[in-house]
């Protein structure tokens, strides 16, 4: 199964998580981390790294989701993305969290990564 | 000829700050990291250029040589930039080899053993604030400290009191 990580300014992505597994049920090999003000960016790389690397030696791919692309969560997710070919999604939000945890048992990377994307600008409505 | 809109010290160069707040208002096109560790690291060179992918700011990553090249032949041509520094040794290095940096923006030094907070997010070692004040008294730098554009600015002169 493909590893969730979502990395946000703020907590917002633990919470979202947790949004997400109020409709979903709980939710393995998904978490959230926090980069609060006064947090080390570093200190965040290499909590990331650590994730990333455990999961390669699990044979398990991960998914990076971020916030907004150009913070320093999504430099992280540059980064992996740069050393170890990570996924990852930027603007993260609902409806693409949904997507993913409902198929990710049975679709491969490449398609989860499309039908989180879809699903994320899909669920953005002007009414 | 181009144009210096910023000038700033944050040890996490581009990030959300910077590209939320700080890029726009001024009317900047450009974004030039300077630093000689990171302009020889092609994947961190990546990461930072595609960062702003989606933003329509050109990102150069320049060595301290390359950026005084590029002052020297072209005075940045039609980039209207933000300079962003890592640290406040690389800033004397250029002002010191003719780079006309007027204005420097303080916004995020990370705490260190020795170091002082001065604002929330910056913390000022003894050789830190020495430079500073070289780079104020004999080049005429105006040094001030501040986060994001409508955060509290704090002058030079108060963040040095903050240290003794």
């Not at chain 1, 926090?34 to 290499?46: P, S």
Request: hydrophobic share 40%; glycine share 8%.
């Amino acid at each position: 199964m493909v590893y969730v990580l979502i990395i946000t300014h703020g907590c917002f992505g633990k919470e979202l998580l947790r949004s997400a597994e109020l409709i979903m049920g709980e939710q393995q090999d998904a978490k959230a981390i926090c980069l609060n003000l006064g947090d080390e960016v570093e200190a965040l790389r290499n909590e990331v790294e650590d994730i990333i690397i455990k999961n390669k030696s699990l044979n398990k791919e991960t998914i990076i989701f971020v916030d907004v692309l150009g913070g320093s969560p999504s430099n992280v997710a540059l980064y992996m993305s740069n050393k170890y070919g990570t996924k990852v999604i930027t603007g993260v939000n609902l409806p693409m969290l949904l997507e993913l945890f409902a198929s990710r048992n049975t679709d491969t990377v490449e398609e989860l990564i499309d039908k989180a994307f879809k699903s994320g600008i899909g669920g953005i409505n002007k009414i | 000829m181009g144009e210096i809109v910023l000038a700033r010290v944050d040890d996490r160069l581009i990030h959300g700050q910077v590209m939320t707040k700080w890029s726009r208002g001024l009317g900047c096109n450009a974004i030039f990291v300077i630093d000689d560790v990171i302009s020889k690291d092609p994947l961190m060179k990546n990461v930072y250029s595609m960062s702003a992918l989606t933003s329509g700011l050109t990102i150069k990553v320049l060595s301290v040589d390359e950026v005084m090249q590029n002052w020297k032949e072209t005075k940045f041509g039609k980039y209207k930039v933000i300079l962003l520094f890592k640290n406040i040794e690389t800033v004397k290095r250029v002002v010191s080899e003719g780079l006309n940096i007027q204005k420097l923006n303080i916004g995020g030094i990370s705490k260190k053993e020795n170091s002082k907070f001065v604002i929330p997010s910056v913390a000022l070692t003894k050789s830190d604030a020495e430079i500073l004040e070289e780079l104020n008294e004999k080049y005429g730098v105006e040094v001030t400290f501040q986060m994001l554009p409508d955060t509290k600015k704090v002058s030079l002169a108060d963040a040095l009191k903050t240290l003794d």
